[in-house]
């Protein structure tokens, strides 16, 4: 029983949040509002310590294991400098196509220069 109402929820936010939906345009304009009146009463700063700590909340709650999703999140904010870095074939490829591309150019600046000379 608990599980079909979580799916009906479910089917419901998802058509709420197609965009052009009415429903998601006042969801919005209601955020939206609530954002601009604790602008304005509490300040930039109690505002912004306000939406931190809701997004800690939500990552919070919408983590299965929050060890690693917190290690996850400190990884790719913070990455770790001992880490190697791998190429691959394709990204090799891309490099040596980028090389041959400056030596042709190195080689065509010379030509062009030489023959925009006047000659006497």
Same mark, same amino acid.
């Given at each position: 029983?608990?599980?079909?109402?979580l799916?009906?929820?479910?089917?419901?936010?998802?058509?709420?949040?197609?965009?052009?939906?009415?429903v998601?345009?006042?969801?919005?304009?209601g955020?939206f509002?609530?954002?601009?009146?604790m602008?304005?009463?509490?300040g930039?700063?109690k505002?912004?310590?306000?939406?931190?700590l809701?997004?800690?909340?939500?990552?919070?709650?919408?983590s299965?294991?929050l @060890?690693?999703s917190?290690?996850?999140?400190?990884n790719?904010?913070?990455?770790?400098s001992?880490k190697?870095?791998?190429?691959?074939?394709?990204?090799?490829e891309?490099?040596?196509?980028?090389l041959?591309?400056k030596?042709? @150019?190195?080689k065509?600046?010379?030509?062009?220069?030489?023959?925009?000379e006047?000659? @006497?």
């Amino acid at each position: 029983m608990k599980n079909s109402i979580l799916k009906g929820i479910d089917k419901h936010m998802h058509e709420w949040n197609k965009p052009g939906n009415p429903v998601r345009k006042l969801i919005y304009a209601g955020a939206f509002f609530v954002f601009g009146l604790m602008l304005i009463y509490l300040g930039f700063w109690k505002t912004l310590l306000v939406a931190a700590l809701t997004a800690a909340g939500y990552f919070i709650g919408a983590s299965d294991n929050l @060890e690693d999703s917190a290690r996850k999140l400190i990884n790719k904010l913070f990455p770790p400098s001992s880490k190697k870095v791998t190429y691959g074939p394709e990204d090799m490829e891309k490099v040596k196509k980028a090389l041959d591309e400056k030596k042709n @150019e190195a080689k065509q600046e010379p030509a062009q220069a030489a023959s925009a000379e006047p000659k @006497e």
